[in-house]
């Protein structure tokens, strides 16, 4: 069965500063897509960025870029120059196209200190 | 723009009451997702269904049951409300196809059993 673990249940950044988010992952499937999710305090929940298996390079979206290492079955979220409005609960999520699940990580609190 | 709406943002149910929780998108996506949502557990699968009338057990479905009988609209059905059952309800909605796999939430439902 494939699990998300997420180690850090809550992080601290200073605005501006870079913070890193953990996140591994296990599965024996060798196609799926890995996702970060941001919910913020109104409870939507907002994607970050997506990474397909299959692609070797990370993918970015603006301050936003993740460290995939497949073969460590590891999906870290950086986020660069971190604002006010980054502060939010931040989960890592798997979706594997043999079973068809959606399944998340147990989630991050960041705050951001000005 | 993808929509998913949940029925309700807040709601206060007896224990023993029969509770819905309805869902609906409007992209004509094939997957919808059930998750319930509790601090520290992050969002765990309740039930899922990739077609009309079709579904499966996700990780914790014991309590529950579902219903799609159109494919626009996913239900989850306490049969018997209980007080663990407190908790915050998240539905998904999932498109797949050339732009990859991506899934797309309601707003959430914040069910109180009393």
């Keep these: 069965a494939q699990t998300v673990t997420q180690s850090q249940p809550e992080m601290s950044v200073q605005e501006a500063e870079t ?49 995939f290492q497949k073969a460590a079955k590891s999906f870290s979220l950086k986020i660069s120059d971190s604002q006010l409005g980054d502060a939010a609960m931040y989960f ?13 990580g147990t989630g991050t609190l960041l705050a951001v200190q000005p | 723009d993808v929509k998913v709406t ?31 949502q509790d601090p520290g557990l992050g969002l765990r699968l309740i ?22 009988e159109k494919k626009e609209r996913f239900s989850l059905i306490l049969e018997s409300a209980s007080t663990n059952q407190t908790s915050m309800y998240l539905c998904a909605s999932s498109s797949g196809g050339n732009r990859g796999w991506l899934a797309f939430f309601g707003q959430g439902t914040r069910l109180t059993v009393v």
């Design chain 1, 92 to 104: 890592c999520a798997f979706y594997g196209g043999a079973t068809n699940k959606l399944i998340f």
């Design chain 1, 19 to 67: 913070v890193t988010l953990s996140c591994t992952y296990d599965t024996s499937e060798s196609d799926y897509y890995l996702f970060w999710y941001k919910q913020p305090p109104s409870r939507q929940m907002i994607l970050v960025i997506r990474q397909e298996a299959y692609k070797q390079q990370n993918a970015t979206e603006n301050r936003f870029s993740v460290n």
């Design chain 2, 6 to 36: 949940q029925s309700s943002r807040y709601l206060v149910k007896r224990t023993g009451e029969k509770v819905f929780l309805e869902c609906v998108q409007d992209m004509d996506h094939e997957n919808m997702f059930w998750y319930r």
């Design chain 2, 47 to 68: 039930y899922f269904s990739y077609d009309v009338k079709m579904k499966e057990k996700g990780d914790i479905p014991e309590g529950y049951s579902v219903s799609r």
